[in-house]
């Protein structure tokens, strides 16, 4: 599975973009995805993660009830609403494909995209 993140860019505070993340391959039905993030100087860290059918999800303390993550398997593509951003929610984003039923570790992910960078002004 190759997969391609976009929609990231330069947000004031309050902003709503939403990121999409392209998947490659005839499988992509098949895996949970996810989104992690990484602020410079940081660590990367779980945001949210869907099942395979979309009917579980899974989001950060630090995201829930402000970002929603979503997926439609017949055009290949997760997304992440993102609502009411914050300064703190600066940073890379990525995508990235698990064939776990559930996964929010980073070593649980088998596949990542590139990244998209999201920047939020104050």
């Known amino acids: 599975v190759q997969l391609q993140a976009s929609g990231g860019g330069l947000v004031q505070a309050g902003g709503s973009p939403r990121l999409s993340c392209a998947a490659s391959g005839r499988t992509f039905s098949r895996y949970c995805m996810g989104w992690f993030r990484q602020a410079p100087g940081k660590e990367r860290e779980f945001v949210a993660a869907?099942?395979?059918?979309?009917?579980?999800?899974y989001y950060a303390d630090s995201v829930k009830g402000r970002f929603t993550i979503s997926r439609d398997n017949a055009k290949n593509t997760v997304s992440l609403q993102m609502n009411s951003l914050k300064p703190e929610d600066t940073a890379v984003y990525y995508c990235?494909?698990?064939?776990?039923?559930?996964?929010?570790?980073?070593?649980?992910?088998?596949?990542w995209g590139q990244g998209t960078l999201v920047t939020v002004s104050s």
């Open positions: 990235a494909a698990s064939s776990n039923v559930m996964e929010y570790r980073v070593s649980g992910y088998d596949y």
């Open positions: 869907i099942t395979w059918n979309g009917g579980s999800t």
